[in-house]
């Protein structure tokens, strides 16, 4: 299509950070868009180059060999390499890739290119470029690959670094034959230690297994099968890695490696090892790399280039494991890429901000910037119309920026603020900028280094999304979602005044200008949506003609700023199908419909009157569109070219008179969302567009072919008469725009926030008779930052207020009176009776508004009833669904019951209706166990009568025992148990595993299903006496309620969690707030108010009853219980006379009246005693019935605890046996996995290592055979050189073969490297260039003046010819040499592959037998579950759980039995201890008597003693020596009674005294009590009088004080001391003394043998 003409891309401007690489030694080249662009850096020129395909994705580029390469981003994209700088293109490679490439790279040693691919392949592919064939592939290879290196050194080595991984590709090579060989380097650990690779264990047979079974492998539990296994083991089993970020190939071919913690590390790629160079978390880190990341990091002949975190490079000295600064930058910004020129002299920096810098450590430290495009994606570019041929662009940040039309950034501006449109003046050099917050912006672009900001206006609350200037500068238009479209007078002399604005129907989707130079109008074409909302696409076309006249006058617009019918004429069109764009040509409109996906073009009638309804248009005419749309369309200046642009990134130019032919340009990429806007020059020569996404800026030249060419000149000519028609006002608006101050001294954004504070109206509850116009003042508050709109209708309300002051003044009073005199009848109205008071709607005087307000606030309770409709209804499905779930499906409710006199409670077990699946389970594995019970049963009726008899005893004798701990759980003690269970020692298969688990769980379920029967027997049982409590209750407040009395009682009730029936449906005691009534529901309530009221009317006065009621309470009879409301009247002549003018008979009544009261009053007094009984019975009985309840809860919970352990006993038992069907399952899984892994090693090894190894063998028998062969010829040239020269003399002939072994001496290549190999690989590579210098140095010796004298020139030359000969036979035996010790080299690898293999089929065939041991041990190794008693366990619990390691499990006849024989053998010991006891116990009893009699002779001995020492007095001699001793007794008892009856006499006197002394000290207490009275009085004032100075005392004393106290505590403490001293000398002094009175004393007194001798 492009036959009509072409594009020729002028420029390109962008930068997206993808990657920037060297073409050669002074160029870079990177992506922009779906273009490169070549830098040079030394000229800073710039080349550049469109993809071939759709799109630029992966690039690489040899700056050594000019090459590059980029991929396309399409499906099945394709990769093209070209040569730098005739940018010829190569080749073009079309691999298996469907989606993308993800990294390429070019190697510097031959032409290879390694790429990989993305989803789903991610397959690494190294290509020979110049046969355009894959040499070899690796699928599935590349799964987080961003990067590919190849080693500089060695092509045959490429380092893939992926985000978590890295990993060195060996290419092997035998021939002509490659193959790709992993060498994953496994990184340190995030805290630097180097830590294995983790495999999981290879299991071998043991006689001692785990306790719980064997351990399995991550695979084996997880049941992946297949490939995947191992991917998840190594996942799974490894430890937490660094993250690599950067790599760099090394001289000595070793691998620099940064990581995002920090670490820099060495990888040698042949052992694979991995040393740290740099720790950041070690003590003796340099500082200044602690805080480097090695993001980027490149080679240097100073050494390797790092980049880290901020803004600094380092150039770091490595020697071993030193590490050096030897030079640090400072950067202008963080940059996140480096490289190296191929020459090593320049180093090229990079940003993700659009900077790119360059560096030449050689020469100098200046880091120079060489492109600064900033980054970010273009909201709109526009081409200025003006003389001065720039380029205008603005970003989505706000960065406004001037290009020349050679590409170079002139000078930007940062507006600080989101951006939406742009559009450049024609009769100005100035850009209005539409922005997010509805502003729009003015820039002044005269000084292009330096644009800045002269005005701004803000128009919308959205933001501006179209911009639009007519053709000639009359007028700017501008275009939001509200519906309103603006008029600015684009004449910076008219200070880009706002005209006035105009209202279409729903929101612009497309504004387009023309001016009509004949009628001097200027036509503006809307697309409009239509209605609100829909802000994609629209079928209203408006039409609006402005005079190009000046429109300031008064009648151009209405005081609120809106354009006038007059002056702004409408037309209404419409479309039959939803255009995204359209551009309004001569009488003629082209669209573009998306929905359709074609171009349209509709022709306008003429002379259309606005007063007309909207008028369809149908398509004049309709071609195919952009592919993936939508699109945005462009009319030419000349108005003879239109353009499209797409999501498609096309970029699309036809002629208007026929749109099917077009120019085409792929000039962004569909991928990054196309393009976003296109802008023509006022020559129509040359089109800027902008992308949407990919941050690129593209101009290009048009040029037109054939027939075409004439419309070219017509543009021209209509480039130039435009250009004289605005000369003159150019040159005066243009002026007057230089003059303008720049706006403002801060950023514009600052002057597009919300300065005000937000008005709030705070809801209150008022009067409505209260109300006045402040109310609503407040509702009409206008908003912080007014638009242009609101300010010009605040104005015109501000200056109608001026105007009718003194008017709005006086209705202000009016309507005030009149409000105080409507709101004074509404206060008389509210005390006027019903029928009377008139209702309050009849005082609204504005009806309709009322009704308004009515309809508004109608509408709100709608709106707000249906919101809540909604929740209500999703919250009542939240129910239903809940309730179905968790109530509904259980069969029996989980609920409580709690105890009256305490906190405990008891809950039953919730239970769901067991499912068909789960009784058809059971019933299945019944009937299988009452079969294999009924087989046992027959096969042990055919066994010895002997065997059945003895395990009868046994069973007998370990009933007990089988019961509980044999079965392993108490559901057998509780009776639970089925008789259809299996025993725990025969389970041994997976199956019947299962079954005893259906089994346990039916058990379980018993337990459950008889609990719950017993707690509902219980939770009736506590209804009914709860019932009773409440019948007990309501007598005993009868009989309060007849004594009288105001007594809680304690009313116990049922709980939510004993009845939670009553949470699923909702009292009306718990809505709080009050019930709204319907209009209905209130007509019912009247209603029945209305019948109660007849009814009771109807009952009318009964005298009857109210006479009853007036004197027997309503009753008869009087009942015993109304005998406490019994008076007896008084007789009549009591109230009327006094008692003293009573006759006889009056005084019997009254006394008969007396009687009748004290028996009525005991009757009260005992009937009121039997109430007060009887209530405490019922209480008593109410308590004593509840504490009954209590105990049988008690019972119940006892009950619970053991079900809850025979549940728990069971569910053991089930989580032991799913635990085992489990590791059976796991086991199954490794055997699968290991025979899987084993089929799949023996088919590698025999299909594809057995038959490579074949296949190379035969190849390297061959290629020896033929390269013996070239042996052998090479031998026989140096055997045969003699007989060539038969007829020359043997002395030439001898000099001549010391020529002919002679060879030239050419310059080897040398490496850096120490490997052998690698300087095979090397020198094979270059092997061609070193043959073409030995034959150039053959050249050299073959002239004629090394000839040697005397020799014919014909000889000369056959020995030249022998000798080249000679030469290239050497140089093909070398070759072949290499050819075969490489081959035999691959063969040899090949061959260890095969044994590897080989030794690995060997292990798994180890693993897999000892998994079949473990098999066999695991199901005869049955775990059995013992529930003992605490004296049944002898395994010292001296750890948290007991080891049972060495344990071993006896039956209980035999320990009873043991017991039995200690216990015997005990008696016996007791018994022989018992007769040693007593025997022992005689000994000392006799040993005690002795010692007793010992001492009583001893005792008696001291008595003789002190009888014989005994003195006696003169009276006691006396009375001893006195014979008439009666006598003597009844004169002393004459005695004692005349002493006795004198004390009594004394006794009684002082009885007397005492009672007299008692009655005065009572007469004193009471003095005292009345005083103690008094001072208790004073006591509260003496009490604060002494508090107030202990107080001040202590305030100001209080040093003194502690001073005193201390000195006077050292003093009694000394006087303490000599007190004490004294007494102890007192003491011992009384002592003595006391010793010598009682010597003294028995030296006195005589003895009685001296008394008995006197």
């Not at 000084?447 to 000639?472: K, M, T, W």
């Not at 002795?1490 to 002190?1506: C, F, Q, S, T, Y």
């Amino acid at each position: 299509m492009n036959d009509i003409g072409s594009f020729k891309v002028r420029w390109i401007q962008g930068f997206t950070n993808k990657n920037i690489e060297f073409v050669d030694d002074k160029t870079v080249c990177y992506a922009c868009g779906s273009h490169l662009c070549f830098l040079n850096l030394e000229t800073k020129t710039q080349s550049v180059l469109q993809s071939p395909g759709r799109g630029v994705g992966a690039l690489t580029a040899n700056g050594n060999n000019g090459m590059f390469a980029f991929s396309e981003e399409k499906l099945s994209p394709a990769i093209f390499v070209y040569i730098f700088p005739e940018f010829q293109l190569k080749c073009e490679l079309k691999g298996t890739a469907q989606l993308d490439y993800t990294s390429l790279t070019l190697s510097d040693g031959g032409p290879y290119l390694g790429s990989c691919s993305s989803l789903p392949d991610h397959t690494i592919t190294v290509w020979n470029w110049e046969t355009t064939e894959p040499i070899c592939t690796q699928p599935q290879a590349g799964q987080d690959v961003f990067s590919l290196v190849f080693n500089p050194l060695n092509w045959l080595q490429l380092c893939a670094l992926g985000s978590t991984s890295l990993t060195v590709w060996n290419i092997e090579k035998s021939a002509s034959f490659h193959v790709l060989k992993p060498s994953v380097i496994e990184l340190p650990a995030t805290d630097g230690s180097l830590v294995e690779r983790l495999v999981a264990s290879l299991h071998t047979a043991s006689d001692k297994l785990p306790y719980f079974g064997p351990e399995m492998p991550p695979s084996a539990i997880s049941g992946i099968k297949g490939d995947k296994a191992e991917t998840i083991v190594t996942k799974l089993c490894t430890k937490a890695r660094l993250t690599p970020t950067a790599i760099c190939w090394t001289a000595t071919s070793e691998i620099y490696v940064g990581c995002a913690e920090g670490f820099l590390l060495l990888v040698e790629p042949e052992s694979l090892s991995v040393s740290v160079l740099f720790n950041p978390t070690s003590a003796d880190a340099i500082p200044e790399l602690r805080r480097t990341n090695f993001q980027g990091l490149t080679p240097h002949k100073n050494g390797l280039i790092a980049l880290g975190k901020g803004n600094v490079m380092h150039c770091l000295q490595i020697k071993q494991t030193q590490i050096n600064i030897t030079q640090t930058w400072q950067l202008e910004g963080p940059v996140t890429a480096v490289m190296n020129s191929p020459d090593h002299e320049t180093l090229i920096l990079s940003s993700n901000t659009g900077q790119i810098y360059m560096l030449n450590p050689t020469h100098s430290d200046k880091i120079v910037k060489v492109l600064d495009v900033l980054s970010g994606n273009f909201v709109a570019a526009t081409l200025s119309h003006t003389d001065r041929k720039i380029c205008v662009s603005v970003r989505d940040s706000g960065e406004l920026q001037l290009w020349s039309t050679d590409g170079v950034c002139l000078g930007s501006l940062s507006l600080q603020t989101e951006v939406r449109s742009l559009a450049c003046c024609p009769i100005a050099q100035y850009a209005a900028v539409g922005t997010v917050s509805g502003s729009v912006l003015f820039i002044d672009l005269n000084r292009e280094q330096r644009p800045r900001l002269v005005h701004q206006v803000h128009l919308y609350q959205a933001s501006v999304n179209h911009l639009v200037f007519d053709q000639e500068g009359h007028y700017l238009l501008t275009g939001s979602t509200d519906s309103h479209i603006y008029v600015l007078d684009a004449k910076p002399s008219k200070r880009f005044s706002v005209i006035g604005f105009t209202v279409v129907p729903g929101s612009v989707l497309s504004l387009s200008t023309q001016c009509i130079r004949d009628c001097e109008q200027v036509k503006v074409l809307a697309l409009c949506t239509g209605q609100e909302g829909n802000s994609h696409d629209g079928s209203l076309l408006m039409v609006l003609s402005l005079p190009e006249r000046d429109l300031t006058g008064l009648d151009c617009v209405d005081r609120h700023g809106c354009l006038s019918p007059h002056i702004v004429k409408v037309s209404r069109y419409e479309v039959s199908h939803p255009l995204q764009s359209c551009v309004l040509g001569v009488s003629e409109v082209f669209a573009y419909c998306h929905k359709k996906k074609t171009l349209q073009r509709f022709q306008l009638p003429q002379d259309t009157d606005s007063s007309q309804p909207v008028v369809h248009l149908r398509p004049e005419q309709e071609v195919r569109g952009h592919p993936l749309g939508p699109a945005s369309l462009v009319l030419s200046p000349h108005q003879l070219w239109l353009t499209s642009v797409g999501r498609d990134g096309l970029l699309r130019v036809r002629k208007t008179p026929s749109m099917e032919r077009y120019i085409e340009l792929q000039c962004h990429s569909c991928r990054d969302g196309g393009v976003r806007s296109v802008s023509f020059s006022a020559d129509s020569q040359t089109l800027l567009t902008a992308g949407f996404n990919d941050g690129s800026l593209v101009c290009a030249d048009l040029r037109i072919k054939g027939v075409g060419a004439g419309k070219v000149n017509k543009a021209t000519q209509n480039s130039q008469a435009m250009d004289d028609l605005l000369k003159n006002i150019f040159d005066t608006e243009n002026s007057v725009l230089i003059d303008w101050p720049e706006w403002g001294q801060g950023s514009p954004a600052a002057t597009e926030k919300s300065e005000g504070s937000e008005v709030g109206v705070e809801a209150e509850s008022v009067d409505v008779t209260e109300q006045d116009e402040s109310y609503n003042s407040l509702l009409s508050a206008p908003p912080s930052h007014p638009t242009w709109l609101e300010s010009r209708r605040e104005a015109v309300q501000e200056e109608e207020n001026e105007q009718y002051c003194e008017t709005k003044k006086n209705l202000r009073k009016t309507v005030k009176e009149l409000r105080d005199t409507i709101q004074e009848m509404m206060r008389e109205n509210e005390n006027l009776p019903d029928i009377e008071r008139l209702e309050q709607r009849e005082f609204n005087l504005d009806v309709e508004e009322q009704g308004r307000l009515e309809a508004m606030v109608e509408q709100e309770v709608v709106r707000v009833r249906n919101e809540i409709e909604l929740e209500n209804l999703a919250k009542c499905y939240l129910r239903d669904v809940l309730k179905s779930e968790c109530w509904d499906t259980m069969k029996v409710k989980g609920r409580t019951v709690k105890a009256f006199h305490s906190e405990h409670e008891v809950k039953n077990y919730p239970l769901r209706e067991r499912t068909e699946k789960e009784m058809e389970d059971l019933r299945r594995v019944q009937n299988l166990r009452r079969l294999e019970e009924a087989a046992c049963t027959s096969n042990l009726k055919k066994g010895s009568s002997t065997i059945i008899a003895k395990e009868e005893e046994l069973g007998k004798e370990g009933h007990e025992a089988a019961s509980s701990a044999v079965t392993g759980s108490f559901s057998t003690d509780l009776g639970y148990s089925i008789p259809s269970i299996y025993s725990q020692f025969s389970l041994q298969t997976t199956e019947q595993r299962i079954n005893q688990i259906i089994l346990l769980q039916d058990v379980i379920y018993r337990i459950k299903t008889a609990f719950n029967a017993e707690f509902e027997a219980v939770h009736r049982q506590k209804v009914q006496e709860l019932n009773r409590a409440r019948e007990r209750n309501r007598h005993s407040r009868a009989i309060m309620q007849e004594l009288d009395m105001n007594e809680e009682l304690w009313e116990p009730s049922l709980t939510n969690s004993e009845q939670p029936e009553r949470l699923l449906t909702v009292d009306d005691s718990e809505i709080k707030a009050e019930r709204f009534l319907t209009p209905e529901q209130k007509r019912e309530e009247e209603r029945k108010k209305l019948e109660e009221q007849r009814r009771l009317a109807a009952k009318g006065d009964n005298f009857i009853e109210r006479a009853l009621d007036d004197m027997m309470d309503g009753v008869l009879e009087v009942k015993r219980e109304d005998i406490l409301k019994m008076e007896i009247p008084p007789p009549e002549f009591v109230l009327t006379k006094p008692d003293i003018h009573w006759t006889e008979e009056e005084k019997k009544v009254y006394k008969e009246y007396e009687k009748k009261c004290k028996d009525l009053s005991m009757e009260k007094e005992k009937y009121k005693k039997s109430l007060e009984c009887e209530m405490k019975n019922l209480q008593a009985s109410t308590k004593e019935a509840t504490q009954r309840f209590d105990e049988t809860l008690r019972k119940l919970f006892e009950k619970k605890v053991k079900c809850e352990m025979a549940i728990y006993q069971e569910e053991l038992k089930i989580t032991y046996l799913v635990y085992a069907v489990q590791i059976r399952e796991e086991m199954k899984n490794r055997e699968m996995e290991l025979k899987y892994k084993l089929e799949k090693t023996m088919a590698y090894k025999q299909d594809k290592i057995g038959e490579e190894v074949k296949r190379h063998e035969e190849e390297v028998e061959l290629f020896q055979e033929n390269y013996d062969s070239i042996v052998a010829e090479d031998r026989v040239l140096d055997k045969e050189f003699r007989k060539e020269f038969l007829d020359v003399p043997s002395n030439a002939v001898d000099q001549l073969y010391k020529l002919f072994k002679r060879r030239p001496r050419v310059q080897k290549i040398r490496t850096q490297s120490d490997n052998p190999l690698k300087e095979q690989r090397l020198c094979g590579s270059l092997a061609p260039d070193a043959f073409s210098n030995m034959l150039k140095a053959m050249e050299e010796l073959d002239a004629p003046h090394n000839m040697p004298e005397g020799l014919n020139p014909s000889i000369w030359e056959k020995f030249c010819f022998i000798r080249k000969t000679k030469v290239e036979s050497e140089h093909k035996v070398k070759v072949k040499a290499l050819t075969l010790a490489e081959m035999q080299a691959f063969l040899q690898r090949r061959r260890e592959e095969e044994r590897t293999a080989q030794e690995e089929i060997k292990n798994i065939s180890d693993e897999l037998e000892s998994l079949h041991k473990e098999k066999n041990h695991f199901l005869t190794d049955i775990l059995v579950q013992f529930p003992l008693k605490q004296g049944q366990l002898e395994v010292s619990t001296t750890d948290l759980i007991p080891d049972y390691t060495d344990s071993v499990l006896l039956h209980r006849s035999v320990v009873e039995d043991l017991n039995s024989s200690i216990r015997t053998i005990g008696e016996e010991k007791i018994a022989s201890m018992v007769e040693r006891k007593d025997f022992r116990k005689g000994i000392i009893q006799l040993q005690w008597e002795h010692k007793k009699l010992g001492m009583r002779v001893e005792d008696l001995n001291n008595k003789a003693r002190d009888i014989q020492m005994l003195r006696l007095s003169e009276e006691q001699q006396d009375f001893l020596h006195r014979a008439d001793r009666e006598c003597s007794m009844s004169k002393q008892a004459s005695i004692l009674r005349k002493s006795r009856a004198f004390q009594e006499k004394i006794h009684l006197q002082s009885v007397q005294q005492r009672i007299k002394k008692i009655e005065q000290l009572n007469r004193q207490a009471a003095k005292k009590a009345e005083k103690n009275e008094i001072v208790e009085q004073q006591l509260p004032d003496m009490q604060v009088t002494v508090a107030e100075r202990r107080h001040i005392y202590e305030a100001t004393a209080l040093e003194e004080n502690q001073a005193a106290t201390t000195e006077e505590r050292y003093q009694e403490i000394l006087q303490r001391r000599k007190l004490e001293d004294v007494a102890r000398a007192q003491a011992e002094e009384l002592a003595d003394l006391w010793a010598e009175v009682q010597r003294l004393r028995i030296r006195s007194f005589p003895s009685l043998d001296k008394l008995k001798h006197t």
